[in-house]
């Protein structure tokens, strides 16, 4: 980019922060733009062909330890987010099974109860005319659905600490990236002694999963994956591993199912007919029950607002790789070393790809209209081998929550209107989402 180009990108920029800048950067310099992203040169793409290319047909040579994830080590080591080669491959068969469709329809009644749960906290705030955070209601459930359902524990007050040195860490980690260049050392020294506070508070949380689990001696996950070994290997997981498999599941469970919900209610709270269909489609199907796994099918309304979210705020807008060995990309010379950035904002975004894209509009994803969304248009999960392990998983809690909570509770917007956070990262509300909750009558 030239520094002019920079200079007009800046509306963009306040906007939409750094995906605004990365959009911006596509839209000037044509589909493959050279920039940098915080102090790490980069090459940004958003074409559904090119995004195909770096993270299907070509994955081979587009790898994943490139210089942003890299500043996840200290937290999720070598776990399956991270790892690479035959070991991600052994650490991916060992822990699929649980997260199929067919494994999901197993954890759908956990999902529930605590949806259940979160609908009796509701209650409470609405005898109480109190105002509810959508954003942290929403997170702290994530947090119970992936620790009771797979981890095999129940977070009790530790949800509130761990949501704080999370954030804290989530924080730290976005300054590091933002900061350009030279400053970069400097900035990140200062930032260690915090961060290593953060993940030891995250890390006691780890090692007090695995105790209650072996002590327990449940059939949960975490006794399957300490026990099962890897079907072609034979090979079974050390205590490192494990720990790296569990921060892994835990935060890439909930973070991204956390800020997907809270922008659906964002949207709920901005055209309130969205809530009024959810509505019917709950009432129609589940009446005053829970929903169990054999509902999914029938909540397609449920599942339409949830994509709808992730399509407008993908919770990863943007998917880095480096190129191992010198590539051409849309006739643009890659060389080895490059790091490549998939942008799903600015894909999910583009008018070329999406009818009226800034538009909240469900319904493009019921069946009926879903057959003309273009292949690869819609990437929330990413592609390729290295697709989003919890997929099924996310788009069952999605319309377990959805459906529990509409079913149950007028919603409006307490407070000024949310915009996206500006620093990098997963794609958070910039400012609380605050409703006001009115009790539905009868149910
Ligand atoms: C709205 C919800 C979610 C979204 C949008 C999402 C998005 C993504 C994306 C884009 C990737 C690919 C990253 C890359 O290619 O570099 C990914 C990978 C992954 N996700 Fe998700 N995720 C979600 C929920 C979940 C949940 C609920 C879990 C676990 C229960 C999970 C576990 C993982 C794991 C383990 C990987 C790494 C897979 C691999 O590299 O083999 N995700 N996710």
Redo the contacts with the bound molecule.
Sequence with gaps: MTWRDTLASIPSVVRFGINGYIEEAIRRTGEVAAASLGPFPAVFVSRPDLIRHV?VTQNHVYL?DNPV?ELLRPLAGN?????EGEF?RS??RI?QP??TSRGVDALVDGMASVAAAVAREWELACRAGRVVDATETMRDA?MRI?CHT?LGVDLGADSARLGRALDRLLLLLQVELSVPGPLGGTVWRALEKPMLAAIATIDEFVAAVIEQNRAAGAAGVVNRLLESPDPETGRTMTAKHLRD?II??FI??????A??LSWAWVEVCRSPNILERLRAEADAVLGDRAPRAADLPRLPYARAV?EE??RLY???PF???IAATDDVIAGYRVPSGTMLV?S?FALHRRPDVWPAPLDFDPERFLPERRAAIAPGAF?????????????H???A??AVMLSTLARRFDVARAGADVGIAKLPGSLRPDRPVRLRLRARAGT
């Design positions: 993270l994943k994830f776990g399956v987010f991270l790892s991600w650490q991916r822990l649980e997260f994530a992936i797979v498999e892994t599941l890439a469970g909930h973070e991204t199912t800020n997907t949830f979210s992730m993908p919770p990863l998917v880095p790789r998939c799903i990437v929330p999960f990413g592609a390729g081998p290295r697709l989003c392990m919890g997929n998983f996310a788009l809690e999605g």
